[in-house]
Nanobody, 116 residues
Framework: QVQLVESGGGLVQAGGSLRLSCAASRSIFRFNAMAWYRQAPEKQRELVAAITSGGGTSYADSVKGRFTISRDNAKNTMYLQIDSLKPEDTAVYYC??????????WGQGTQVTVSS
């Protein structure tokens, strides 16, 4: 069964921190590069951070130095530590494989709202 469950979002003040979690089914997680995406109101979904099965990471320029992606392969779980939050980080955050197709399943996401 395909499963992606994001959690950990919330309302925080600018400069604050959050830690997002993603629980994925083994069929999605195992051996795959995974990623965090976000979608702000009236904007397209964008990839913000990715991690290979071996732990190699990459980040969008807008989040470098503030976001840290990690994964626990034994638990099929991925994390996103977000520090120094900015109002422009406000979005729904999703997790999925780093390479997704138009018919791939998406979870509900977790809302991150940053107040100025």
């Amino acid at each position: 069964q395909v499963q992606l469950v994001e959690s950990g979002g919330g309302l925080v003040q600018a400069g604050g921190s959050l830690r997002l979690s993603c629980a994925a089914s083994r069929s999605i997680f195992r051996f795959n590069a995974m990623a965090w995406y976000r979608q702000a109101p009236e904007k397209q979904r964008e990839l913000v951070a990715a991690i290979t099965s071996g732990g190699g990471t990459s980040y969008a320029d807008s989040v470098k130095g503030r976001f840290t992606i990690s994964r626990d392969n034994a638990k099929n779980t991925m994390y996103l530590q977000i520090d120094s939050l900015k109002p422009e980080d406000t979005a729904v955050y999703y997790c999925n494989r780093a390479i997704v197709g138009p018919r791939d399943y998406w979870g509900q996401g977790t809302q991150v709202t940053v107040s100025s």
